[in-house]
C-alpha cells in the first residue's frame, strides 16, 4: 500500500511529518478518510510524492525550482521508516483529468514500477485536487482538511511559503522555524531560497504564471523574434565587446544564438535571462537541440527590473531589444529607471550596454492633426462576440484607418485606466484626430500589430524620447556614447503609412501643413 501526496512541495510542514510519521508507525489504527469513515490497519510500503508544476519555477505560482523541492522532500524522508520516491508531474495546461495524467506520468518515469489503482493506494490531499482523486475511486486521507469542522485546521505549506515572503527575517521568524519542517529550512536556506521568493511574490512585473502579459501569442511572438534577429545582430555587433556577454529579455535566444556563431566572440561566454516561462522553456530546448555554436551558453529565467541579474561589476557586454517599453508599459516609471540603475552597476568600468527599442518624437508634447483614411476598409462593421485572437485579427484587417484608430482610442491602455485625449476637427472639408504627437505615434507604429492587438494594447512606446533617455542614463552614471542614434523605418513608412494617415500641424486660418513621420527607433551605446 502506497501514500500519494500530490502537490507543488515548495516546503514540506513540521505537520506533515508527524501525520505521515503516524500514519506510519499506527499503520493507519485510528484513522479517517475525508468523509470521516474509519481506515482498516494495514502496512504502509511506501511514499510517493507527485510534485506538479515540475516544469515551472520563477514564477509567483512557482517560485521553486523542480530539483530543490526534491531534494527537500528526500531529505524530509530520511527520517521516515518507508522508502520515499519523487516524481516530476510537469503543467501540461488545462486537460480534463489531470489525476488520469499524474498516475500514468508517474507509471511511466518510474518504468512501471509504481503502478497506482485505488486498490493499492491512499491519496493524501486536503485541497480541491482531493475531489478529482475521490471521482476516480480512491479513499482520500484529509491530513490538515478537519471532515467534521469542514474546514482547515493546520497551517498549508503555501501558507508558511506567504510567510516568508512577508518576514523581515524569516530564518529567525518563531512562527516559521515551528511549521517549516527542519529539511525544507535546510534546503530553503542553504540555496537561499526565501529571499529568492521574497523577491518573486513582491516582483509587480511578473504574472502567476512568468509571464508579463496573458495575451501574448507566443508563436506569433517568437517568429517576429526570430525574423528580424539578423537585422538586430548586424545592427549591434559593432559595439559587442568581447567577455561576459549578457542577453536580458532574450526572447527565444535569437540574438545569442547569431552572437555565439560570430568567430570574433569564439572565447566568450554568452548569458541570456528571460522573465517569461514560455520563452525560457524555448532557450533551454533549443540549447538542448545543440543550436548554439558556443558551449559556453547559460539562461536564466529571472526578472533584470527588481535586482541585478549578473554579478556586480561583471559583465562587459549587456544587450536589451524591444524590452525597456515592456518595463514602462507592464511595470511603473520607477521601474524603468531601477531597471537602468541595476545595468549600470553589473557593467564593468568602460563597459557597454546595448539598447535597441522603440522611441517618442522629440516634439512629443505638440497638439497635432491626424488625417485617417476612411475609404481603405469598413467603417462600421460591427466586432465580434467573444473573439478568438485569430477572429479579432481579422476583423481588425478588415477596418478602414480611421475606424482603426477609433478601436485603437478604446483599447489602448484602457486596463490601465487611460482613456486618449483627442477631438475630431472639420477644417476646409477635411476631418482630423486632434491629440498628442505623442499619442498619434501610438497608434501609427501599434496600428498594424492584429495578431497580439490585445497585448500590444498594454504598452506604451512613445513615452521617452532620445532626449529623455540621455538624461535618464546620465541621472544613472552612464554615458550616452556618440554613436548612438534614432531612425525610422522607412519600410514601414512607405507599406504602412503612406497614404493611410498623415501627420498635419494646424495654421492659422488655413489648411494644416504635412508633418513628416518621425523616428521610430533607437540604439543606445551607454557607457560605463
Not at 493 to 518: A, S, T
Request: glycine share 6%.
Amino acid at each position: 500500500m502506497y501514500l500519494l501526496i500530490p502537490g507543488r512541495h515548495h516546503l514540506l510542514t513540521d505537520f506533515q511529518f508527524k501525520y505521515l510519521n503516524r500514519l506510519i508507525k499506527c499503520k493507519l489504527t485510528g484513522e479517517i478518510d475525508v468523509y470521516g469513515n474509519p481506515l482498516p490497519t494495514q502496512e504502509i510500503d511506501g511514499i510517493i510524492f507527485a510534485v506538479t508544476s515540475a516544469n515551472h519555477l520563477g514564477t509567483k505560482r512557482n517560485p521553486v525550482p523542480f530539483y530543490l523541492r526534491a531534494m527537500a522532500i528526500q531529505e524530509f524522508s530520511n527520517s521516515l521508516d518507508v522508502p520515499a520516491f519523487v516524481y516530476g508531474i510537469d503543467d501540461v495546461g488545462v486537460i480534463n483529468d489531470f489525476t488520469d495524467y499524474t498516475i500514468k506520468t508517474i507509471r511511466h518515469s518510474s518504468e512501471g514500477i509504481h503502478s497506482l489503482k485505488p486498490e493499492n493506494t491512499l491519496v493524501i490531499c486536503s485541497t480541491a485536487v482531493k475531489e478529482m482523486y475521490l471521482r476516480k475511486g480512491y479513499t482520500v486521507l484529509p491530513a490538515e482538511w478537519d471532515p467534521v469542522s469542514q474546514q482547515l485546521t493546520q497551517p498549508m505549506p503555501w501558507d508558511i511559503v506567504k510567510l516568508v515572503a512577508q518576514s523581515n527575517d524569516w530564518r529567525k521568524d518563531k512562527t516559521i522555524l515551528d511549521q517549516m519542517h527542519p529539511a525544507s529550512f535546510k534546503i530553503w536556506s542553504l540555496y537561499g531560497v526565501g529571499e529568492k521568493v521574497q523577491q518573486i511574490l513582491k516582483d509587480p512585473i511578473i504574472g502567476a504564471d512568468g509571464d508579463l502579459t496573458a495575451t501574448r501569442d507566443y508563436a506569433v511572438y517568437v517568429k517576429q523574434m526570430d525574423d528580424i534577429a539578423a537585422q538586430k545582430y548586424r545592427e549591434t555587433a559593432p559595439y559587442i565587446q568581447p567577455g561576459e556577454i549578457g542577453d536580458i529579455g532574450c526572447a527565444a535566444g535569437s540574438w545569442i544564438k547569431i552572437a555565439s556563431e560570430d568567430d570574433r566572440l569564439h572565447e566568450c561566454d554568452f548569458f541570456g535571462i528571460e522573465v517569461s516561462r514560455h520563452l525560457y522553456d524555448i532557450c533551454l530546448q533549443r540549447k538542448h537541440n545543440g543550436e548554439f555554436a558556443n558551449p559556453s551558453v547559460f539562461f536564466s529565467q529571472k526578472n533584470a527590473v527588481t535586482s541585478l541579474v549578473f554579478e556586480a561589476g561583471s559583465m562587459n557586454t549587456i544587450h536589451t531589444s524591444s524590452l525597456t517599453h515592456e518595463i514602462e508599459s507592464y511595470g511603473s516609471r520607477e521601474d524603468l529607471l531601477a531597471f537602468i540603475r541595476n545595468r549600470y552597476n553589473e557593467l564593468v568600468p568602460g563597459g557597454v550596454w546595448i539598447n535597441r527599442d522603440v522611441v517618442g518624437p522629440e516634439n512629443k508634447d505638440e497638439i497635432i492633426l491626424l488625417w485617417l483614411n476612411d475609404t481603405d476598409g469598413e467603417n462600421n462593421l460591427p466586432m465580434p462576440e467573444n473573439a478568438t485572437t485569430h477572429e479579432l485579427a481579422t476583423w481588425l484587417g478588415k477596418l478602414s484607418t480611421m475606424a482603426l484608430f477609433r478601436q485603437f482610442a478604446k483599447d489602448f491602455r484602457h486596463h490601465e485606466g487611460f482613456q486618449l485625449p483627442y477631438e475630431w476637427v472639420t477644417i476646409a472639408g477635411k476631418t482630423y484626430a486632434q491629440l498628442s504627437m505623442q499619442n498619434a505615434c501610438e497608434f501609427l507604429f501599434k496600428k498594424d500589430y492584429h495578431d497580439n492587438w490585445l497585448s500590444e494594447m498594454h504598452e506604451t512606446f512613445c513615452f521617452w524620447n532620445y532626449s529623455d533617455w540621455k538624461s535618464a542614463l546620465e541621472e544613472a552614471g552612464l554615458r550616452l556614447d556618440h554613436l548612438s542614434n534614432t531612425w525610422r523605418n522607412e519600410w514601414i513608412v512607405k507599406n504602412r503609412l503612406e497614404g493611410k494617415v498623415q501627420l498635419m500641424r494646424p495654421c492659422n486660418n488655413d489648411v494644416p501643413l504635412p508633418i513628416p513621420f518621425p523616428v521610430s527607433h533607437m540604439l543606445l551605446l551607454a557607457r560605463k
